[in-house]
């Protein structure tokens, strides 16, 4: 497993790491047993970066975490990043929404808090905003917050997860330089945010990390034009059955340009991601041991031949399919 710096901090993260939402709920029906067994595949494999949310599952992908980590008494070397959830719920975040109405300092604490007790721990690696709105900027609560809790030893790192395919909305805050890392969405469809802010994260070294480079499981090429979804599970909103039907031609396309490749779609989207020079890690959603085992092998230090790389570069597909999840009831 190769490693790279995150950010200006002094710590080495896995390239790929775990992103852990699907082990919390929200994907169809759980399996805490399997969940365990891929995070501690995960940690053999040399993964040393989790993702989670407090908001994941109301805790239980911090708890399984916390569970495994502390099995595996590996508490200093996994870089543990987890996230306070928005005070009124609200994804992605609303430009009028006041930050000490979303993110009020006694709320950054509680979660935080929350947060270290389902981890078994007394301080998280990276503390992120959920959400982001720029206007923020303006409002500093939320900053003096994180800043007291990074002075007390309970959050070594704090970043924020911007809003779905919403590059340039982390634009001034990456410029301020308040903030250690942002979290983002990267892959073979969504290349927006290779165009301005990943070389203002490395010009101001800000770690990245890439989230959903599989496209919610598209980009894998397991999905059918006709499949559908476990009631349970979230994508049946993300992947309407014409978003599906598009998505599957979209994702035929890039498996013609790979004919010849020795490579599976899933791990050109994850060597897609780890070619561009600013990212710090990549996490994709891996609830079986095998998935874990095949995406851990793309870190090997081989990359992309040139000319494939342009080839995926004209696959971009700018839209987003997230729910409006308060309508949705999710
Ligand atoms: N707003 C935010 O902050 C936010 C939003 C979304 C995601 N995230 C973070 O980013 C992480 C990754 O995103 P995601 O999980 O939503 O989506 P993703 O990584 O794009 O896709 C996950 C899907 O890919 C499948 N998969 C993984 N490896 C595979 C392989 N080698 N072959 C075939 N299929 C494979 C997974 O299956 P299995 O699960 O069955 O293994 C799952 O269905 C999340 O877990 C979370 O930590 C953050």
Redesign the pocket.
């Known amino acids: 497993m190769n490693h790279r710096p995150f950010g200006k901090t002094n710590r080495s993260i896995s390239e790929i790491g775990y992103?852990?939402?699907?082990i919390g709920g929200m994907?169809g029906p759980l399996d805490d047993a399997q969940a365990k067994q891929s995070l501690h595949q995960a940690i053999e494999c040399g993964v040393n970066f989790i993702?989670?949310?407090a908001v994941y599952g109301d805790g239980h992908s911090e708890q399984l975490i916390g569970k495994v980590v502390q099995e595996r008494r590996k508490r200093e070397q996994i870089f543990i990043a987890t996230?306070v959830m928005p005070k009124n719920y609200q994804w992605p975040a609303r430009e009028k929404d006041p930050a000490n109405e979303v993110f009020p300092r006694a709320w950054i604490r509680e979660m935080t808090e929350r947060s270290l007790k389902n981890l078994r721990s007394d301080y998280v690696d990276l503390q992120q905003l959920?959400v982001w709105t720029p206007r923020w900027l303006q409002e500093t609560e939320w900053l003096e917050e994180l800043r007291q809790l990074k002075e007390e030893g309970k959050v070594r790192a704090f970043g924020v997860?911007v809003n779905?395919h919403d590059a340039d909305s982390a634009m001034s805050l990456v410029a301020s330089g308040l903030i250690d890392s942002i979290?983002i969405i990267y892959n073979i469809f969504e290349q927006r945010p290779a165009e301005r802010l990943f070389p203002l994260c490395q010009e101001k070294q800000v770690a990245v990390i890439v989230?959903?480079?599989?496209?919610?499981?598209g980009l894998?090429g397991?999905l059918t034009p006709t499949m559908t979804f476990h009631k349970k599970d979230w994508r049946r909103f993300y992947f309407k059955p014409a978003h599906l039907r598009e998505t599957c031609e979209r994702v035929e396309i890039v498996k013609k340009i790979l004919e010849g490749e020795s490579m599976t779609l899933?791990e050109v989207a994850l060597r897609f991601c780890l070619a561009h020079p600013a990212v710090s890690t990549v996490?994709?959603?891996?609830?079986?041991p095998a998935?874990v085992t095949?995406?851990c092998a793309v870190s090997d230090g081989r990359s992309l031949s040139e000319g494939l790389l342009k080839s995926l570069q004209a696959q971009a597909w700018p839209r987003n399919f997230y729910p409006n999840w308060d309508k949705e009831g999710l």
Do not use: L, Y
């Open positions: 992103g852990s939402w699907a994907w993702d989670t949310a996230k959920h997860s779905d979290q989230r959903v480079p599989f496209d919610e499981g894998t397991v899933p996490i994709p959603g891996m609830r079986t998935h095949s995406n």
